[in-house]
């Protein structure tokens, strides 16, 4: 059994009753908070190994609890985002948080994300020098790119990108954090510009670039590279 606990912070008892017994079920220890205050208590004091996390708290917003945690720990934090608040969301996964779940949301995605994110941290700040799925190898040592067995060939803006999203496989990493990351500061705006290379770097490792199952778009926040 895990052995991980869980932070819930969320001021709507129906959540809270669904996830605690849901959690407890798949091994995990929960602890809960209501407030955005009581929830950076509890994450100073109490040293959960993930928070999942509302935005819309009854004393303070959501993303401003995410960048007073983020000012003393790197614990993962799942975002749980109603649909209607897109523009909420990538403001909170650009402050830090590292992933989101939609509201309504099933069980089984939160699992799933909670997973990846705690399998991240166990990892910490290691680079892996090979990355392989379904057929796609990434050897950043070599800074080769395969696909079944045959070499890629990619621009070096299309592999760092690439490099990027498979050094965050399995989360949702933002336009904004794309951009900064293989542009620099000045662009983070030109959105079209990276839905280009996307396609073109789909176009390179895809089977079916209008189908593509390892570059998944996050409609209207970014990308998430699928490595499972």
Known sequence: MNQHRILVVDDEPQIQRFLHPALTASGYEVIQAATGGEAERLVATSAPDLVILDLGL?????????????AFSDVPIIVLS????EAEKIAALDLGANDYVEKPFGIGE????????????????????????NGLVVDTAKR???RNDQEVHLTRKEYQLLVHLVLHAGMVVTHRQLLASVWGA????????LRVFVG?????????????????????????????
């Open 186 to 193: 000045a662009h983070v705006e030109d959105l079209q510009y």
């Open 82 to 85: 109603a649909r209607d608040r």
């Open 144 to 146: 080769i790119v395969t």
């Open 200 to 228: 073109q770097l789909r176009a390179k490792i895809e089977d079916d670039a209008n189908n593509p199952q390892f570059i998944r778009t996050e409609p209207g926040v970014g990308y998430r590279f699928i490595s499972e």
């Open 58 to 70: 009854p004393d303070k917003d959501g993303k401003d609890v995410i960048e007073t945690v983020r």
């Open 110 to 133: 939160l699992l799933a994300r909670i997973r990846t994110s705690l399998r991240r941290q166990v990892a910490g700040a290691s680079v892996p020098s090979r990355f392989e799925v």
